[in-house]
């Protein structure tokens, strides 16, 4: 599947709001969502990734430039925020030192008109560019027998499949965070913000952590606990809140929107802050867990996800299978 860019125009964009729903159904959200969770035992009453996580509350407070791109009530006024902070995959006992790992952020802007949901990871790419390779990459990597994956598997699928490495990668060549907190977070689709003169800009979204890149050296990371993020966030949050500017990278023309294996060159794109979020304290575990945070249907006018982006569509009813199956094993 080639890549599209920005500038191609209407006609691109009309052929692709087409051709959404036939790319986001090229392999069964039901189906991914089994293979997730076989990849780590069949685990009851857990999210199929994302298992193991914090639940936290605060607020978002936007910049005087936030309204100037989007239209979205969340970006006129400060409002409460409800997140949580997790470990990819569907292993609740997984290991906080676990690499090449991507620690998640999932976030709920609330206004009285409705939520803003942003579900981030700490990469700017995802592992895989389409549905049914999503579901092949988790496939390969079900436990065999002795309870390890294929290896001969999983390194034919890896030949076959360079981009899906791009993650692992990333992740390896950077310490292992030593905080929820301590580590930037990527919106890895185009998002495109509209103003309220209608205007259009296409984006991708980024939280930068104010405590910067807290990273563990490998002495470190051996002395922690396999459990120590949630009592790092409580211990750090009983002094104050922490927080994140929300960011948004300027896309420019040819600039994927479609593949969320690429990353722009952000370092040659423009930023802006859209504001800034506060996390202030640790919140109980079922306020996160009530429901699912749907980054595809709880967006409001003024920012909209990417029509051209297949992983994206099928996210939402991935997370609907995903939390009837964990509530009903509650
Ligand atoms: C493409 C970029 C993606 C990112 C950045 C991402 C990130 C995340 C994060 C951070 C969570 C934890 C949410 C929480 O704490 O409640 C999560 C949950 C989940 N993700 Fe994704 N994900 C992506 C794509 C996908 C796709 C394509 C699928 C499947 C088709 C998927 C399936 C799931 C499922 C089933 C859950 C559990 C939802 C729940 O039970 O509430 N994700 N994801």
């Given amino acids: 599947m080639s890549s599209t860019t920005l500038g191609q125009g209407a006609a691109i964009a009309f052929v692709c709001v087409l051709a959404t729903s036939a790319l986001s159904q090229d392999a069964d959200p039901q189906a991914i969502v089994d293979a997730q969770f076989a990849a780590a035992g069949n685990q009851k009453g857990v999210r199929a990734s994302g298992a193991k996580g914090v639940c936290v509350k605060g607020s978002f407070t936007p910049t005087a430039e936030a309204a100037s791109l989007s239209k979205a009530p969340h970006f006129a006024k400060t409002v409460p925020v409800t997140a949580r902070f997790s470990m990819g995959g569907s292993n609740a006992k997984i290991s906080d030192k676990t690499k090449p790992v991507t620690r998640g952020f999932a976030m709920r802007l609330s206004d009285t008109t409705g939520d803003l949901v ?3 990871i700490s990469a700017p790419v995802f592992s895989t560019k389409t549905p049914k390779q999503l579901l092949d990459f988790a ?3 079900a436990p065999g027998p002795d309870g390890k994956p294929d290896a001969d598997k999983v390194k034919a699928f890896t030949a076959a499949n360079p981009e899906t490495t791009k993650q692992g990668a990333w992740l390896n060549a950077r310490p292992v965070p030593a ?11 185009a998002y495109t913000l509209t103003n309220a003169k209608n205007e259009a800009k296409v984006v991708k979204l980024k939280t930068v952590a104010t405590a910067g890149q807290l990273g ?4 470190e990371l051996k002395a922690k606990p396999d459990s120590f993020y949630a009592d790092e966030l409580k211990d750090r949050l009983a002094t104050g809140p922490a927080s994140f500017d929300l960011v948004a990278i300027m896309g420019e023309a040819g600039d994927p929107t479609s593949d969320p294996t690429v990353m722009w060159p952000e370092e040659n794109r423009k930023s802006v802050k859209l504001g800034t979020l506060a996390i202030a304290a640790i919140e109980p575990a079922a306020t996160c867990d009530v429901a699912t945070f749907d980054p595809v249907v709880d967006l409001p006018e003024g920012i909209a996800g ?14 609907a299978v995903s939390l009837s199956r964990r509530s009903a094993q509650q």
């Fill in 179 to 189: 905080s929820f907190v301590g580590v930037d977070y990527w919106g890895v689709h």
């Fill in 306 to 319: 990417p029509t051209d982006d297949p992983m994206f569509a099928i996210r939402s009813p991935a997370y």
């Fill in 139 to 141: 496939t390969v990597r």
């Fill in 216 to 219: 563990l050296s490998d002495d």
């Fill in 118 to 120: 942003l579900v981030i």
